[in-house]
């Protein structure tokens, strides 16, 4: 597969803002984890398909690290970008920031990074561009994107050998 021409990381940037509002949070008056894993999934696939502009796949979900707990009455806002591509897949970085509303205090909430595949018109992994950085955030996270991916590939085979282990295991 040929991979198609480069493109800027900025042009993947995909910002979403939402009230944290009761049915979102759990008895303690925090934004749901499930909640907020399933937005940063939603966000990080427009990213990617922004990116791509081709139908994406979430393959990968890396540890989401929850730093402050997120309030009822909150914004939580997520910025999501390609950091880094492939062939066919494409790392994305999602920064979730929460605000109190009244006060104006701004916090890193959480943060992730997600793996998606571009899919061609046959559901097929399709080529992608390669993402270029320019600002020196952005040339960070493209230069460790490779480590990531190591640690990814690694965490892969692992699950594989549970897989098997689990599949062969009689309770």
Known sequence: MQQQPSKKMKESLTIKTS????????????????KLMSDVDDVAS???????????????TDSVDFLKPIRIGD????????TWSGTTSME??????????ITGEKSLAA??????VALDENGRPSPVPKAIPESEEERWLNE????????????????????????????
Do not use: Y
């Open 144 to 171: 460790t994107a490779k480590g990531r991916a190591a640690n990814r590939q690694q965490r892969k085979k692992e699950s594989k050998d549970l897989a098997d282990f689990f599949s062969n295991l009689s309770l």
């Open 111 to 116: 943060f992730s990074f997600l793996t998606f």
């Open 75 to 82: 914004a939580v806002t997520m910025e999501a970008i390609v």
């Open 19 to 34: 009230h944290v509002s009761p049915p979102d949070t759990n008895h303690h008056g925090n934004l749901f984890g499930g």
């Open 46 to 60: 427009i990213a990617a398909a922004r990116f791509s502009r081709k139908p994406v796949v979430t393959v990968s």
């Open 92 to 101: 994305v970085f999602v920064k979730v920031l929460s605000e109190h509303l």
